[in-house]
T-cell receptor, first 112, second 116 residues
Framework: KNQVEQSPQSLIILEGKNCTLQ??????????LRWYKQDTGRGPVSLTI?????NTKSNGRYTATLDADTKQSSLHITASQLSDSASYIC???????????FGKGTTLSVSS | GAGVSQSPSNKVTEKGKDVELRCDPI?????LYWYRQSLGQGLEFLIY????????KSGLPSDRFSAERTGGSVSTLTIQRTQQEDSAVYLC??????????????FGPGTRLTVL
């Protein structure tokens, strides 16, 4: 069964600290993996997209890694800011023209 | 240009009534997706369109759900005889095309549906 599991479910960190969110998937065939940020009451916004041949991709303070062999991905947030408080969703695509498989997300709260 | 827009932003309806949700994709985007996000749950795929056709309807939870897209632009998601379990946020996304493997989907703000 195609599944995307994320951990932790929620996380609280102090402003300025780093954190890493995890994503494990059992999707096959695998096309690409995406990380989205979803603010409360808003639609998801794409942070990174990686194909199976890419190991890492950065977008500002966000760095995603992918290990296609172990089917694991992580999203590292550096020097967190209050505005980073949101839900971070890991999404795996089976391929062009197919649906995306969404994880349930990690809720990050950054406090001052 | 403008992003993906959805209307209404909130809809409260009584059980058994029909509702229609609208999505305006980004101009020029040929692919359009509908998703549902229930409280405490992840995003659930419903249906996608390539142009006006819907190659993948596998996510529609029942025959009470239908969607159409006309002119390769605006799409409507219709839920007939609504049930309380239909209460959720319905999100629409569009992307430029499906040819690319890493095609970015841009999401609208969603419609929050509450069935009493």
């Amino acid at each position: 069964k195609n599944q995307v599991e994320q951990s932790p479910q929620s996380l609280i960190i102090l402003e300025g600290k780093n954190c890493t969110l995890q994503c494990n998937y059992t999707v096959s065939p695998f096309s690409n993996l995406r990380w989205y940020k979803q603010d409360t009451g808003r639609g998801p916004v794409s942070l990174t997209i990686m194909t199976f041949s890419e190991n890492t991709k950065s977008n500002g303070r966000y760095t995603a890694t992918l290990d296609a062999d172990t089917k694991q991905s992580s999203l590292h947030i550096t020097a967190s800011q209050l505005s980073d408080s949101a839900s971070y969703i890991c999404v795996v695509s089976l391929g062009a023209g197919t649906a995306l498989i969404f994880g349930k997300g990690t809720t990050l709260s950054v406090s001052s | 240009g403008a992003g993906v827009s959805q209307s209404p932003s909130n809809k409260v309806t009584e059980k058994g009534k029909d509702v229609e949700l609208r999505c305006d994709p980004i101009s020029g985007h040929t692919a359009l997706y509908w998703y549902r996000q229930s409280l405490g749950q992840g995003l659930e795929f419903l249906i996608y369109f390539q142009g006006n056709s819907a190659p993948d309807k596998s996510g529609l939870p029942s025959d009470r759900f239908s969607a159409e897209r006309t002119g390769g632009s605006v799409s409507t998601l219709t839920i007939q005889r609504t049930q309380q379990e239909d209460s959720a946020v319905y999100l629409c996304a569009s992307s430029l095309n499906l040819a690319g493997v890493s095609d970015t989907q841009y999401f609208g703000p969603g419609t929050r549906l509450t069935v009493l």
